[in-house]
């Protein structure tokens, strides 16, 4: 499959019916999912309609997760063999995660303030979401200072798999130092085991935040190869 | 001489005839002497937030050293030269990495005393804090190493090399500082050395395969 693809002409005749199709999937799942969650979901008898948050705001947070991890793998691939679509991909991913990541802080803040009292809690894992989301801008923002196209995909390479073995290792930072401080008055969700009622509203947006991750993403990429078509015709017709 | 030693000594008389630590020193002091200006002379809240206010005053004067430490490497044709040399760019790297640390990691470590003391911090804590520096500036060092290489072609590139570090500098301030404010000593200092030497082991690595691609 990737070897089928990694011909940028495959890739672009592939992705031309891909990305539309994704597209069209995740708004399936959305108008399946949202009502589901919104309306046909039970309420949960500690946090009441707030629950419903959680519909948009986990999935968010596994795929900025899961678009950083694609990322890297993305990134490993245009260090290695030096292949021009796995630093497009890898580039093209960045603004979905970082988007996913945003979603996933100011929904978790909206859901904290009537649940946990507090707008922002500086709980293990939002904390380390926040270092996800500041990795994801450090990265966009090198991909954008250097001019020269292949130095800074490999440059942004290095740093996304520097990014990839400081992550865990904030993660686990993270939750030593919030078990040290956690303040005793905040009230965990997710203590349970979560309902199956509640798992399949949640699994159907998780669906349709991953199909739409890969439309945004390959949608990204065509921009970015057609990006570059541009500029090699406009230099040819600068020499001729 | 070896290719380390040569570079360790190059590195140190540049540091040391551009004015050494003075400047890091004074900028550490300087934001330092800032806190209880905006916090106020409270003694007692001024004991519980000197050592962290300590060690992130560290981490911002290392931050600010970083930006020209390739650049002018890269300007000057020296990266050039210490690609041509047959010793591994690694080496060269780690040794910019440590002479970087004993010109400025170290006074820093020893300016943490006083500026703790000035903080409020007990004196029995005093030992914690400077232990906790001089392992955490090497730390610093270590993965600034890598930011301050992948911008080492960005006209004023500060900014940006401050935006990739910052969460790099996540888990040793994390550990930094816990040790710093006595909680959990033994636990906190031995993951803060462990911050420290993966810092040392692979920042030289990731610096030098950025570097490689900065000369190209």
Known sequence: MFAFLANPARFMAFSAWAAPVLFAGALVLFAAGIPWALFYSPADYQMGETVRIMYAHVPAAWWSMGAYAFMTGASFVGLVWRHVLADVAARAAAPVGAVFAAICLITGSLWGAPTWGTLWEWDGRMTSMLVLFITYLGYIALWSAIEDEEKAARLAAILCLVGAVNLPIVKFSVDWWSTLHQPASIMRSGGSAISGEMLGPLLTMGGAYLLLFGALTLMNMRAAIFRRRVEAAELRKAQA | ?216
Request: hydrophobic share 60%.
């Open chain 2, 1 to 216: 001489m070896s290719a380390f030693a040569a570079t360790f000594w190059r590195e140190l008389q540049l540091m040391w005839s551009g004015g050494g630590a003075l400047a890091p020193i004074g900028y550490f002091l300087g934001a330092t002497m800032l806190v209880p200006l905006a916090m106020g002379p409270d003694r007692a809240l001024l004991e519980a937030a000197g050592p962290p206010l300590v060690w992130i005053a560290a981490a911002l004067s290392i931050l600010a050293t970083l930006e020209r430490l390739f650049q002018a490497d890269l300007e000057d044709g020296s990266l050039d030269q210490m690609l041509l040399s047959p010793a591994p760019l690694e080496l060269i790297t780690l040794a910019k990495g440590a002479a970087l640390w004993v010109a400025i990691g170290l006074p820093l470590t020893l300016a943490g005393a006083p500026a703790a003391i000035a903080l409020q911090a007990p004196v029995d804590r005093l030992p914690f804090i400077v232990i906790s520096l001089a392992l955490g500036t090497a730390a610093f060092v270590g993965v600034g190493l890598v930011g301050a290489a992948l911008t080492a072609s960005v006209k004023r590139g500060g900014v940006l090399l401050t935006l990739i570090v910052l969460p790099l500098f996540a888990p040793p301030i994390i550990f930094g500082a816990a040790v710093a404010s006595g909680e959990d000593v033994t636990a906190a200092l031995s993951i803060l050395a462990g911050c420290a030497l993966g810092a040392a082991a692979l920042g030289p690595i990731a610096a030098a395969a950025a570097l490689r691609l900065q000369s190209e």
